[in-house]
């Protein structure tokens, strides 16, 4: 039997509800990634500039020493850290996760929009399987990313509470975004 327009319909909105939560999933990462590497840019000029400051302002005195000292240790623990974050890729993951939350979030709101306004059945179709295409290739590029499970779920919890549907597991619709107990949309 042919699918129809109820069903294209039923296809779009569970498409939106996980393509927004995986936009959720890489906002947030892109957010953790940003405040990694500003807080790193922000060690790596204001040790240096702080310490050039004093000398450059008060002169050598030996109780800079200190303060140098103690800058250069930081210094080293900056370089450490600046190198894990050149091994783990920090730049090009937060270049890439706010992407993925950008086109993810447009792939939600054309799927939502195509569910909640459908033309006939063969517009319908055409558009739908254009999106579907489109979403096949970034679910793709997106799984390659390793989306933990513990991330899947605040994923879907984001998801269900921004559609307004009960977790399948819980029967809940989630008013906000405290994890839960649950195992399909909570243990976060």
């Known amino acids: 039997m042919a699918a129809g327009i109820d069903d294209y319909r039923r296809r779009c909105w569970d498409a939106a509800l996980h393509a927004f939560g995986t936009s959720y999933i890489f906002q947030k990462r892109a957010e953790r990634l940003k405040r990694k ?29 200190a303060a140098i000292a103690a800058g250069s240790v930081i210094a080293a623990v900056q370089l450490i850290v600046s190198l894990w974050s050149v091994v783990r890729r920090w730049p090009e993951e937060l270049a890439y996760s706010s992407a993925s939350s950008t086109a993810n979030d447009s792939l939600a709101s054309r799927f939502a929009a195509l569910g909640a306004d ?7 179709r055409a558009q739908f ?15 390659e990313k ?13 998801s269900l509470r921004r559609f307004q549907r009960p977790c399948s597991a ?17 243990d976060f």
Request: glycine letters at 12%; a positive charge; one cysteine or more.
């Open 37 to 65: 590497t500003d807080v790193l840019a922000w060690v790596g000029l204001a040790v240096p500039l702080l310490a050039g400051a004093l000398v450059g302002t008060f002169g050598s005195y030996r109780i800079w020493g």
């Open 129 to 143: 399987d254009k999106l579907d295409v489109e979403n096949t290739g970034r679910r793709d590029r997106d799984n």
């Open 170 to 186: 819980c029967h809940q619709v989630p008013t906000a975004m405290n994890p839960s107990s649950c195992g399909v949309c909570g």
């Open 146 to 158: 390793n989306v933990t499970e513990k991330e899947r779920r605040m994923g879907m919890r984001a």
């Open 118 to 124: 459908p033309p006939g059945l063969v517009a319908l």
